[in-house]
C-alpha cells in the first residue's frame, strides 16, 4: 500500500509541477479539468484502499496529508521554478519524463499485482467463469477508455 501512496505522491508533485511553471493557458486550462477529476477518482482509490487496509487511525491521516498537499506543492514548486524552469529544455523534459515513467510503472504495478490480482483471484470471481469474462472485458474497456482520454488530454 505504501508504494501505491508513493507512486500517487511523486505523480501529483510532477503534475502539480507542470501545471505551476506553465506560463501558458492553453496548458493550464486544460490541465485544471483533467486535475480536477483526476484527483477526485485517485482520490476515491486511495480512500477505498486505505479504508480496506485497516491501518490505525494515525496513518490514515498521514496518507490523507500527504494525498491531499503534493500536488498543491508541485505547483507551489512550479510556481516558485517557472522563471528558470524552461518547459522545452531538455533537462527538463529528461527529468519530468524520468518522474512520470517511475510513478507510471510503480501505478501500473499496484494495479496489476496488488489491486487486480487480489480481485481477480478473489473466490467470487473464481466461482464464476461468465464473471470472469465480464471482469476482463471491463478492464479492457476501462483501459481503453483512459489510452483515449490520455490521447485527447
Partial sequence: MQVLELG?????????LSMGASNNT???????????????????????????????FLKKVLMVFFFS????????????????????????????GLLNASSAGLLIHM???????????GPKLQGSIKLQIKAYVEVLLRAGGMSLMAKWA
Avoid: R, W
Fill in 26 to 56: 492553453f496548458i493550464i486550462n486544460p490541465l485544471v479539468a483533467a486535475l480536477c477529476f483526476h484527483q477526485m477518482f485517485e482520490g476515491m482509490g486511495l480512500g477505498g484502499c486505505t479504508f480496506q487496509a485497516e491501518y490505525k
Fill in 69 to 96: 498537499v503534493t500536488t498543491p506543492f508541485g505547483i507551489a514548486l512550479g510556481i516558485a521554478l517557472s522563471k528558470t524552469y524552461k518547459d522545452n529544455s531538455p533537462t527538463s523534459l529528461i527529468t519530468v
Fill in 111 to 121: 494495479a496489476l499485482v496488488d489491486l487486480l490480482s487480489a480481485e481477480f483471484m
Fill in 8 to 16: 500517487i505522491v511523486a505523480h501529483s508533485v510532477v503534475i502539480g
